[in-house]
């Protein structure tokens, strides 16, 4: 019934060509004006020093609720890697420290070893910079031959450590997918990944989200989240996923993904920053340089599918923010993809809205998302 009621929707639009009259620089301004763009950017050189064979990043504020099950998960697993985890506590003002100096003291007493591998925990402790921030401070020194990332209210399924290290170094891979789980209290649900094995082609595969993949040092050395942006974890579909790495797959369940009814991800349309997932957008457009990419068919169909994203995430704001959003998302098409066609039908009015400035119609067509 949802579908029938979006088709309608978007048939009678077909019939509303009202173009906007909005200048770019007026919406540049709106949105401005609103909601600051960030400057944190994605490039970066970090240190490559390899002791580990693998290093999992756990960024922590204020999660004296969730922080020992988190580490837990981990610790609990044998493993014959070599495993080093960099837990960052970003300035926690909660009990959060005092729970990650036990762990510390008791990790380094014990030495949980297998033959051959084991576990080492360093903490570090640093002023509030956020959760980018917080990543990018444990980044900056990379310790291990592939990187993991956890958050801190997340946890890892039983053996995921030895499967996805098996199989990474199994194929040479370069960014290992794995399976995962959401939880909310006592209801899971499993998000299984369709094909496993090395990939030719990782779009549809490869979830946005950092965790739940294991990447090669290689991936992260000129590579930072960008500090200061929500939505900070664009840049791995956008951009990382876009790079010519060996990219694998397994269907093993490999991570546990905490829904939080006032996190972000739940939060986020309601307040005035949700308009940073265009923000973010255009960043990673205006990196596209320096990173080598190419503004090609690729990111032409992910920058249609990311204006339905950056819509639906801001659907509770003002009627003028959305369509200066609009406005700006129109501007990029025009600057980087003058002249491109999409090739899934779906995506046509989307396109012809956004290539004629017809917000009213791009505005209908998107109610539901």
């Not at 939060?267 to 080598?292: D, G, H, M, N, Q």
Request: a neutral charge; hydrophobic letters at 40%.
């Amino acid at each position: 019934m949802k579908q029938q009621v979006k088709k309608a929707i978007a048939m009678v639009s077909k019939f509303l060509p009202m173009q906007t009259k909005l200048s770019p620089r007026a919406a540049h301004d709106i949105l401005q004006n609103y909601s600051p763009k960030p400057i944190g950017v994605c490039w970066a050189n970090n240190k490559v020093a390899i002791d580990y064979d693998l290093q999992i990043i756990v960024p922590c504020y204020n999660v004296e609720k969730y922080i020992r099950q988190c580490l837990d998960s981990i610790l609990v697993q044998r493993t014959s890697y070599r495993v080093l985890i960099s837990i960052v506590n970003d300035g926690s003002t909660d009990g959060t420290a005092d729970i990650l100096q036990q762990v510390l003291a008791k990790t380094n007493a014990e030495k949980i070893m297998e033959v051959g591998g084991g576990y080492t925990v360093e903490l570090i402790t640093q002023e509030n910079k956020g959760f980018s921030g917080a990543r990018n401070t444990a980044l900056q020194v990379l310790k291990g031959m592939y990187i993991a990332f956890l958050d801190s209210d997340d946890v890892l399924a039983d053996g995921a450590v030895q499967k996805m290290l098996d199989a990474a170094f199994e194929c040479n891979a370069e960014i290992l997918q794995g399976s995962w789980y959401t939880f909310s209290g006592e209801k899971t649900e499993n998000h299984i990944i369709p094909k496993e094995g090395v990939l030719n082609d990782n779009q549809g595969i490869f979830s946005g989200y950092p965790w739940g993949k294991l990447y090669k040092y290689n991936v992260m050395e000129h590579f930072q989240f960008p500090e200061g942006f929500w939505f900070e974890d664009t840049p791995l579909s956008f951009m990382i996923a876009a790079m010519p790495y060996r990219c694998a797959a397994i269907k093993d369940i490999v991570y546990g993904y905490r829904f939080n009814p006032q996190g972000i991800t739940a939060t986020a349309r309601k307040k005035k920053r949700s308009v940073e997932s265009y923000w973010i957008t255009e960043a990673c457009l205006e990196e596209f340089p320096i990173f080598s990419l190419s503004y090609d068919q690729r990111a032409y169909e992910y920058l249609l599918r990311q204006s339905l994203q950056n819509e639906g995430r801001t659907r509770h704001q003002p009627y003028r923010i959305r369509k200066a959003q609009f406005v700006l998302t129109a501007e990029l098409m025009e600057r980087y993809f003058a002249g491109f066609k999409t090739r899934r039908p779906a995506m046509e009015w989307v396109e012809e809205a956004l290539r004629e400035r017809q917000f009213v119609r791009f505005d209908l067509g998107t109610l539901g998302i």
